[in-house]
DNA sequence: TGTACATCAGTGAACGCGCGTTCACTGATGTAC
DNA sequence: TGTACATCAGTGAACGCGCGTTCACTGATGTAC
């Protein structure tokens, strides 16, 4: 919508570019963390790449391709930080479930144009991404399981939907409204990173004993997990 | 970036509109909701709304100027909203609390146009928007305030900001999830609203109840709120 | 109640722009022999 | 090791499109007298 003069183009000395295909990914990274979907161009991303419009062509067909590949690194790489999280937590089911969480928001802060693209654009309805989707978001629901020691395959409580909704939540709503700026009334600048770091961990860790205090009470949840191995 | 064919445009008896601010304004609500901000265009917007592309400019200027209205009226809107969920609350400082909580996810899936342009887009740069933004969740920082009996003018303790930070976090993530479909897979269309209404209520007050917990064990928060005024 | 006229709200054509994609092309690379 | 040639990766001009905004205009409303 809004137009601007774009950044000067990084000229080339070779013909062929190198690794073209990884710098596209990267300028479209980048560009989304800047601008958002709505100013993400298919020819900006080229112009910084120091490359034709039409370049980008031959790596991903049209627009649509690039922006589904990006996603699709997105899901992989929220998968992999994810499952990265729960191994750091070690041999307490409450851990591996809060580093999980940490892992979650520490993706987005550090690839904030590859999170947002997962939760919006029409990329939504593309089925492979989907079932990336619903790959990802499965380990968060292994943790739970974990946590609650609920085998796969036997359906949840209630109380236990509840719990992973509510951990997911207090994740991506910290997540997001530290990407959109919304913590910055409390803590300016360098200071941000310094709030992840410190009260993240003590949010998720208090909410997670909520949940555990819960899972005592409840005669629905068999036994809270206490300590079991780590997947 | 995407092109649609236009819907067919509602042609009008009359020169005049009768209410074409209003109707511009729905217009555009309806739009973003559909596709997100980088869908919208002023013109799809004049033309949903039966009117020449010229039209909006009398009463908004530009397209910038629609948009900082649509979000003037969503910080608004979700200022009465805490407010409403605050006096909901009756005379429990929890209650209270939670009922602010209910109020704001309640908020973002009635309008889902306006919610989204809280958190994205470039008016986040427009410093009367940033006042509205900071008079919003001031209305949750004066909930936690209750909640702790910290008066207004005391700084929190990092507990207290802890848990501000938790409450709004929580919120926040389960509207923006279940806005961006990622409880479809757990609850079909009608479901949804069910979840809204069922699991949502009991999540807070998981949530919150860890908060009190921790405000009785805390040396630095003196008292557990319990039973107050409402504001 | 009627009339002159200022003001307001909307028209529709036109502008220049950046976009995504296509096309015939060309430079560079790699492989078969 | 050298050469012919297929394949690959990028060029740059061109296309048609929807966009935001402008402009002179006109129909409708409301107000002064």
């Given at each position: 919508m809004v137009r601007?003069?774009?950044?000067?183009?990084?000229?080339?000395?070779?013909?062929?570019h190198g690794d073209l295909r990884a710098a596209l990914i990267d300028a479209t990274e980048a560009l989304l963390a800047e601008r958002g979907l709505e100013?993400?161009?298919?020819?900006?991303?080229?112009?910084?790449s120091g490359v034709s419009p039409a370049a980008?062509?031959?790596?991903f067909g049209d627009a649509h391709g690039l922006l589904a590949e990006v996603a699709r690194l997105a899901f992989e790489g929220l998968t992999a930080a994810l499952e990265a999280g729960n191994a750091r937590g070690g041999s307490d089911a409450l851990a591996r479930l809060r580093e999980q969480g940490i892992g979650y928001v520490d993706f987005a802060m550090r690839h904030p144009g590859r999170f947002g693209l997962m939760f919006q654009g029409e990329l939504r309805k593309d089925t492979t991404l989907l079932q990336a989707a619903n790959g990802t978001f499965g380990v968060l629901e292994r943790g739970v399981r974990d946590f609650y020691g609920v085998p796969?395959?036997?359906p949840l409580s209630p109380a236990q939907w509840q719990a992973l909704l509510?951990?997911?939540?207090?994740?991506?709503?910290?997540?997001?409204?530290?990407?959109?700026g919304r913590f910055d009334l409390?803590?300016?600048?360098?200071?941000?990173?310094?709030l992840l770091q410190t009260v993240l961990p003590g949010l998720l860790q208090q909410h997670l004993e909520g949940l555990r205090a819960v899972a005592a009470a409840a005669p629905d949840a068999p036994?809270?997990?206490?300590r079991r191995r780590a997947r």
């Open positions: 601007r003069t774009p950044p000067a183009p990084a000229p080339r000395e070779t013909y062929h100013g993400f161009s298919l020819r900006e991303v080229a112009r910084r980008p062509a031959h790596h796969a395959g036997t509510g951990v997911w939540s207090v994740v991506h709503g910290y997540a997001h409204l530290a990407l959109a409390f803590a300016a600048g360098g200071q941000r990173r310094q036994r809270p997990a206490g």
